[in-house]
């Protein structure tokens, strides 16, 4: 079992920067996949970005591309998004995923462990 928990999250102006962070309680957490997905009210629950194991490659939606990075740090058992140029847009609950697979996916049916989420919200 794997424990995620988010955090970072927030209300930020148009324009604006957030980082947001996932912490991973498993020690072996280097050996998953991770990735950020997000959910707007009303809305299905969307990839965001995925990172491979080691952190040596990454993959990000189309939406995001350019303006947020998805970064990790295995010794804290840690997962970032750095998000820049924030938009209205970009309002959303923001949740952590992870996967044995060491693959970048963007299917939420691929990852079996699931943070609380986190909010953002992006005023105009």
């Known amino acids: 079992q794997v424990q995620l928990v988010e955090s970072g999250g927030g209300l930020v102006q148009a324009g604006g920067s957030l980082r947001l962070s996932c912490a991973a309680s498993?020690?072996?957490?280097?050996?998953?996949?991770m990735a950020w997905f997000r959910q707007a009210p009303g809305k299905e629950r969307d990839f965001v970005a995925a990172?491979?194991?080691?952190?040596?490659?990454?993959l990000y939606a189309d939406s995001v591309k350019g303006r947020f990075t998805i970064s990790r740090a295995n010794a804290k058992n840690t997962v970032y998004l750095q998000m820049n140029s924030l938009k209205p847009e970009d309002t959303a609950v923001y949740y952590c995923?992870?996967?044995?697979?060491?693959?970048?996916?963007?299917?939420?049916?691929?990852?079996?462990?699931w943070g609380q989420g986190t909010q953002v919200t992006v005023s105009s």
């Open positions: 498993r020690r072996t957490f280097s050996s998953y996949a």
């Open positions: 990172i491979n194991w080691s952190g040596s490659r990454t």
């Open positions: 995923a992870a996967t044995r697979l060491d693959l970048l996916v963007s299917s939420t049916a691929r990852y079996n462990y």
